[in-house]
Each structure stands twice: as C-alpha cells, then as structure tokens.
C-alpha cells in the first residue's frame, strides 16, 4: 500500500511541480514530512542538502532519497527502499514524459500565439513563488538553530547563508565553489 502511496504523491508532486527541482521541494516537503509523515524534518532537509551536492536534477534526486527514506522507515529492507526510490522517481518524471510527448508538437505550433505567451507569462511569477518558498522552506531551525538554542551556529549559519548569496549573486562566484567554501567554513568554525 504505502508504494501505491508513493507512486501516486510523485505522480502528482511530477504533474504539479511547475518550476523544475527547486519549485517541487516545497511540494515534496509537504506530501511526505506535513502529509504522509514518511520523513522527519531533519532528514528532509539532509535529504534536500545530499540533493544539492550530487549530480542530476535536484528534483529527481531528492524524490529518490525521499523514496528510499521513506520505505526504510517504514520497516522494510534495503532492497524494498531501492524500490521504493524507483517507484518515487519514476511516479515525478512520469507526467513530465506524457505531457511533453502529447504537447510537443502542439506548443511547436502554437508557441507564438498571444493565448500560449499569455499563459507563459502567468506562470513565470507562480515559479519565482514556488522557488522563493523552496528558500523559506529551507530557513529552518535544521539549518540555521535558533539564537536561542545556539546562538553561535545561528549567527554562522546566516553570515554564510548572506556570503553565498552576495558571492553568487553579486560577485557571480562559481556555486560550486562557493559550496566548497561554505562546507570548509562550516569545518573549521562549527566542528
């Protein structure tokens, strides 16, 4: 039952997911640690880091792991979460495939309508939406503690979150460097 479970909360995360991995997330966070309790919290959001740092679409990796997550914790073995990741990823990239095959030719023919650049339009504030409550999402006391709890992870946490936003942002660091920096930064001021 809880892979039917999964097929179909991927399947709809993958059908309404506009926005790409970044806008799902909050999606993802939603169906499986508000609605089906699969994933704590905590491990959503090691889930969402793990994502970041591996290769491939940040979506896709994280509904694997979330798949897989959630099969273990429901008592299964190792090869039932292997599952149960391919079930997850499978179920996201599921509508995206149909949609693109039905409306392919469609959109080719269409794409320079006023009606299809007017839905375009409409759709790009809704994706900036989902990719800024991706970022609240993230602005949890998992990541960043609380001043109260511990005030020194707290003020690190936020000076590195404002470094990489002005590196990448403003001073158009690699993001990729500038994880490095904020992982050996994390090492040497937090362990």
């Not at 375009?120 to 709890?149: D, H, M, Q, W, Y």
Request: with cysteine; net charge positive.
């Amino acid at each position: 039952m809880i892979f039917l479970d999964l097929f179909i909360t991927f399947f709809k995360i993958g059908l309404f997911g506009f926005g790409g991995g970044y806008g799902m997330l909050s999606l993802i966070q939603h169906e499986t640690v508000e609605r089906a309790h699969w994933l704590s919290t905590a491990e959503f959001t090691d889930i969402v880091a793990i994502s970041q740092m591996t290769p491939g679409p940040i979506g896709i990796n994280s509904a694997t792991y979330c798949g897989y997550t959630a099969i273990h914790n429901a008592g299964y073995g190792h090869l039932m979460a292997t599952l149960g990741s391919l079930t997850a990823t499978v179920a996201l990239v599921l509508p995206s495939l149909i949609l693109m095959i039905l409306i392919s030719r469609m959109f080719m023919r269409y794409m320079n309508t006023h009606a299809v650049r007017s839905v375009f339009a409409g759709l790009r504030p809704a994706i900036v939406g989902l990719l800024a409550a991706a970022t609240l999402l993230l602005c949890n006391k998992e990541n960043f503690s609380t001043p109260f709890e511990n005030p020194w992870q707290f003020g690190i946490s936020c000076a590195l979150f404002a470094a990489t936003a002005f590196g990448t942002g403003y001073l158009k660091i690699n993001p990729i460097r500038m994880i490095c920096y904020a992982a050996i930064a994390g090492l040497l001021l937090l362990y």
